[in-house]
């Protein structure tokens, strides 16, 4: 059964501190892999879609990464506008299906 | 360029009364998905629907939930005879047609109360 993990579950920072969350996934065939932020009573806003090991996307103070087995946020520098439920989630090969498998998010609060 | 619009942003039913849910797709998106989050929980994909056609349904429920996305209007989530499990936020997400029909953007959801 595909699977998608998200750690750790809740990682509170100081402003400034950099970290990394983890997304490891354990799929029949990765089609793709993406990073969503949700913020409390909003929907999920798109960052990052990922397709190879090996492959980087930068946006402001996030990188994403991508391996054969799991996938790092990198968050440099965060400032407390940064915090938010981190969420990602993997397309996989098969049939017509687009569907997202979601894993269940890392809430990062990030205090000044 | 308006983003995904959903209606209402929170409903209250009592049970056994119906939920409809709508969910109006970015501008010139041509697929519409549907996912529940549950308290405490990940989001779930429920279905996937281009103009007309339910595309994958392999996420609903068997019963009392159904999903249409018609050639003209927006795509509506029909829960019949809700119960208080059905107490969730209910997103929907578009993507373009093509090759760029992995992204999917959602929408602000609608947020269903069951008394």
């Known amino acids: 059964e595909d699977q998608v993990t998200q750690s750790p579950e809740a990682l509170r920072l100081q402003e400034g501190e950099s970290s990394s969350l983890n997304c490891s996934y354990t799929v029949s065939g990765l089609r793709g892999l993406f990073w969503y932020r949700q913020d409390p009573g909003k929907g999920p806003e798109f960052l990052f879609t990922l397709y190879s090991a090996g492959e980087e996307k930068e946006k402001e103070r996030l990188k994403a990464t991508l391996t054969k087995k799991e996938s790092f946020l990198h968050i440099t520098a965060p400032k407390p506008e940064d915090s938010a439920t981190y969420l990602c989630?993997?397309?996989?090969?098969?049939?017509?299906?687009?569907?997202?498998?979601f894993g269940t998010g890392t809430l990062l609060a990030v205090q000044p | 360029n308006a983003g995904v619009m959903q209606n209402p942003r929170h409903l209250v039913r009592r049970r056994g009364q119906e939920a409809r849910l709508r969910c109006s797709p970015m501008k010139g998106h041509s697929h519409v998905y549907w996912y529940r989050q549950l308290p405490e929980e990940g989001l779930k994909f429920m279905v996937y629907l281009q103009k007309e056609n339910i595309i994958d349904e392999s996420g609903m429920p068997k019963e009392r939930f159904s999903a249409e996305f018609p050639k003209e209007g927006p795509s509506i989530l029909r829960i019949q005879q809700v119960v208080r499990g059905d107490s969730a936020a209910y997103f929907c997400a578009s993507s373009p047609p093509g090759v760029e029909s992995d992204t999917q953007y959602f929408g602000p959801g609608t947020r269903l109360t069951v008394l």
């Open positions: 989630a993997v397309q996989v090969y098969g049939g017509a299906t687009n569907k997202l498998i």
